[in-house]
T-cell receptor, first 108, second 116 residues
């Protein structure tokens, strides 16, 4: 099974907020990442957070880290149709380990 | 465009043939990574280089796979005697700094390999 777990699907309406959740297992991970993948493309780095932080905000994106529960979330405010993609959470200690991805569908 | 570049984007070949993929990393990045991604999964680590040295290989990298980065710039990934199970997207990423520093990895658009 995956060391990094994510729910597989999320559907929201345009303009709503999206929250994508992730749990990881390696408490010694120093960085945690969110990547976006559109069809036929590679992974685009969205944002990342150092493990000694609990929140990071970057325009419409907010990352929350609960290190005690090993839980990471990505909130996208005012979700747009262009945000439809697969979102991957990843942890990095020595190896970069990815979740299976959450497919976000944004309905107009 | 100064991002990670991979070539070809798509490769279709018959089982048993050899294939080679190329990756050109971001120029100032000293670390280069190869991953494999199958449908519905996240990328799985295959191997990485610091400059020209191949420092780690995953157990996923069978004897049929070989990767090189001869001058510490571009890298090639070769698969010999391809099998059906090799069908996947092969992704390359690069980063600067130390691996343990967790510098973010920047990905190319991948090479999609289809084995007939």
């Amino acid at each position: 099974g995956e060391d990094v777990e994510q729910s597989l699907f999320l559907s929201v309406r345009e303009g709503d907020s999206s929250v994508i959740n992730c749990t990881y297992t390696d408490s010694s991970s120093t960085y945690l990442y969110w990547y976006k993948q559109e069809p036929g493309a590679g992974l685009q780095l969205l944002t990342y957070i150092f493990s000694n932080m609990d929140m990071k905000q970057d325009q419409r994106l907010t990352v929350l880290l609960n290190k005690k529960d090993k839980h990471l979330s990505l909130r996208i405010a005012d979700t747009q149709t262009g945000d439809s993609a697969i979102y991957f959470c990843a942890e990095n200690n020595n190896d970069m380990r990815f979740g299976a991805g959450t497919r976000l569908t944004v309905k107009p | 465009d100064t991002g990670v570049s991979q070539d070809p984007r798509h490769k279709i070949t018959k089982r048993g043939q050899n294939v080679t993929f190329r990756c050109d990393p971001i120029s100032e990045h000293n670390r280069l990574y190869w991953y494999r991604q199958t449908l519905g999964q996240g990328p799985e680590f295959l191997t990485y280089f610091q400059n020209e040295a191949q420092l780690e290989k995953s157990r996923l990298l069978s004897d049929r796979f070989s990767a090189e980065r001869p001058k510490g710039s571009f890298s090639t990934l070769e698969i010999q005697r391809t099998e059906q199970g090799d069908s996947a997207m092969y992704l390359c990423a690069s980063s600067e700094g130390s691996r343990r520093q967790g510098q973010p990895q920047h990905f190319g658009d991948g090479t999609r390999l289809s084995i007939l």
